[in-house]
T-cell receptor, first 113, second 113 residues
Framework: LAKTTQPISMDSYEGQEVNITCSHN???????ITWYQQFPSQGPRFIIQ???TKVTNEVASLFIPADRKSSTLSLPRVSLSDTAVYYC??????????????FGTGTRLQVFP | NAGVTQTPKFRILKIGQSMTLQCAQD?????MYWYRQDPGMGLKLIYY???????DKGEVPNGYNVSRSTTEDFPLRLELAAPSQTSVYFC????????????FGPGTRLTVL
């Protein structure tokens, strides 16, 4: 079971870079790291996914060290609209419904003006 | 594309009543899922389906039933509602697993009194 550990909450100010770290010491060879964002009263939204090194898209970057035991979601220059809960999921592709790819309690990010 | 749609948005049930939460997607996704989210918690998988006629239990299936007669629809049935089923219910869908991206509906907020 690739259990994940993330901070319960984080605070930031507009314009700052935010880094949210997820620990997953028991990650398996065929596991991928996936991050979701959830705004209040909405369903989660896929942000980014990676296997190793660095992945970047228009929303965020994902940094994964060589041992893959942790990962860091980086949000550049956050705005008030980035206030949300961020979930780190670890598991093989498409193996939902097993004991992997679980939405934990996530990290609640609050961005202040 | 409407994406994933859910009805109703809100519902209050009395203990012992039954209801069906509707979910439909127009993206031709084979995979569909039902989650519940209790206040301040992550999402828990109730049931999922990998195609029409195929369903399987998730983490918390007790008290619920599903069916999948078409690719588009995946209704969730609550029999004998209990206060413990008060929650927000999210339906999601995805392609066959080339990544771990799920597309979520807007949710149904259910209260059982």
């Amino acid at each position: 079971l690739a259990k994940t550990t993330q901070p319960i909450s984080m605070d930031s100010y507009e314009g700052q870079e935010v880094n949210i770290t997820c620990s997953h010491n028991n990650i398996a060879t065929n596991d991928y790291i996936t991050w979701y964002q959830q705004f209040p009263s909405q369903g989660p939204r896929f942000i980014i996914q990676g296997y190793k090194t660095k992945v970047t898209n228009e929303v965020a970057s994902l940094f994964i060290p060589a041992d893959r035991k942790s990962s860091t979601l980086s949000l550049p220059r956050v705005s008030l609209s980035d206030t949300a809960v961020y979930y780190c999921l670890v598991g093989p592709l498409g193996e939902w419904g097993t004991d992997k790819l679980i939405f934990g309690t996530g990290t609640r990010l609050q961005v202040f003006p | 594309n409407a994406g994933v749609t859910q009805t109703p948005k809100f519902r209050i049930l009395k203990i012992g009543q039954s209801m069906t939460l509707q979910c439909a997607q127009d993206m031709n996704h084979n995979y569909m899922y039902w989650y519940r989210q209790d206040p301040g918690m992550g999402l828990k998988l109730i049931y999922y389906s990998v195609g029409a006629g195929i369903t399987d239990k998730g983490e918390v299936p007790n008290g619920y039933n599903v069916s999948r007669s078409t690719t588009e629809d995946f209704p969730l049935r609550l029999e004998l509602a209990a206060p413990s089923q008060t929650s927000v219910y999210f339906c999601a869908s995805s392609y066959p697993p080339t990544n771990n991206e799920q597309f979520f509906g807007p949710g149904t907020r259910l209260t059982v009194l």
